[in-house]
């Protein structure tokens, strides 16, 4: 027996060595006390824009117009620095989808046959980074005995980007569908001459995320929380519609014969019939969509989140054994 314990010994040296380096590397991305935390959310996200919406007259800031056979799923990581238990910083980037439909609407003859009559639709993935002040109030509150229970409502706001690409659906004459960008068939004017208040948006925004949230700790190192959270933007075209309609002759001067063509299908869509997709119309300045709202989105995430410091502490308290 004795000549395998040198290998033992040797065994749980190595042992001692990952495991030291492992509590090492965790404490080189962290601060004292359990400062920093991970985590990950998943949730619905809903779009507050011009197309879709419910009865009466469309507003993208109300909850009202929001359409639950659209909502899709958001999923997202974050990471948060706490310089105090009370106040934190979040770095957080999120990927999900948008989507409008003006066919959904359910008519009830007001000020929402309008849109519906209209017919228009998009979609659109999105991509959003952003950073944001997270400030818990009511640890303010509370007698300090470990996170384990602990309930911690909490409010943020910050800044962020996004990136989006509307597109609506094409059918083309062979009787094929495709969705197609919208941007650069520019169906509102954007760039002609003929219109020179209206420059061609970029793809690439800037937003103002603001919510509420609350985390319950399950453990003192690990917690699960929801939050919703609401995206303001600086945009009127995440969905591609913002103002009114342009002579449709146009197309052919700027566009290329396939945009042109496709343009001539989607900027407008009353009574669109699959089957005669060559039917051309010549709209002038009508309303398309309501230029004194930007668009909107927001999410509701649960949230499952570690704190890493609080981690490297209990692999500390692990100990080698002793051989004698």
Avoid at 204 to 211: F, I, K, M, S
Wanted: charged share 20%; glycine share 10%.
């Amino acid at each position: 027996m004795r000549t395998i314990v040198p290998g033992v010994r040797t065994l749980v040296l190595i042992s001692c060595f990952f495991l030291l380096t492992a509590t090492a590397n965790s404490q080189s991305i962290t601060t004292g006390n359990g400062k920093v935390e991970i985590g990950l959310g998943i949730g619905p996200l809903f779009f507050l824009g011009d197309l879709g919406g419910n009865s009466g007259v469309g507003q993208s800031t109300w909850l009202k117009d929001v359409q639950f056979p659209l909502v899709n799923l958001s999923k997202g990581l974050y990471l948060n620095i706490y310089p105090a238990e009370w106040i934190g910083f979040r770095l957080a980037v999120n990927h999900g989808r948008l989507e409008g439909y003006d066919s959904t609407i359910k008519g009830k003859g007001g000020d929402e046959e309008f849109r519906r009559q209209r017919n228009l639709q998009f979609r659109s993935s999105l991509l959003e980074g952003y950073a944001a002040l997270e400030i818990s109030p009511t640890v303010f509150l509370e007698k300090y005995d470990g996170l384990l229970g602990k309930i911690r409502p909490y409010g943020l706001i910050g800044v962020g980007v996004f990136h989006f690409n509307p597109k609506g659906q094409y059918f083309a004459p062979n009787g094929s569908s495709s969705w197609v960008a919208l941007q650069p068939l520019r169906l509102e004017g954007q760039g002609f001459a003929e219109y020179p208040d209206r420059k061609p948006y970029s793809l690439t925004q800037l937003e103002v995320p603001a919510g509420f949230g609350a985390k319950f700790y399950i453990k003192e190192n690990m917690f699960i929380g929801l939050e919703v959270l609401h995206r303001q933007t600086f945009t009127d075209y995440v969905d591609d519609v913002s103002t009114t309609n342009i002579n449709s002759t146009l197309f052919a001067k700027y566009l290329t014969p396939d945009q042109a063509t496709m343009a001539n299908q989607l900027y407008y869509r009353q009574n669109f019939d699959p089957t005669n997709v060559t039917q051309t119309r010549v709209l002038l300045d009508n309303q398309r969509g309501d230029p004194t709202q930007n668009d909107a989105f927001f999410s509701t995430i649960l949230r499952l989140g570690w704190r890493l410091n609080q981690m490297s502490n209990e692999l500390r308290q692990l100990r080698c054994p002793a051989f004698y």
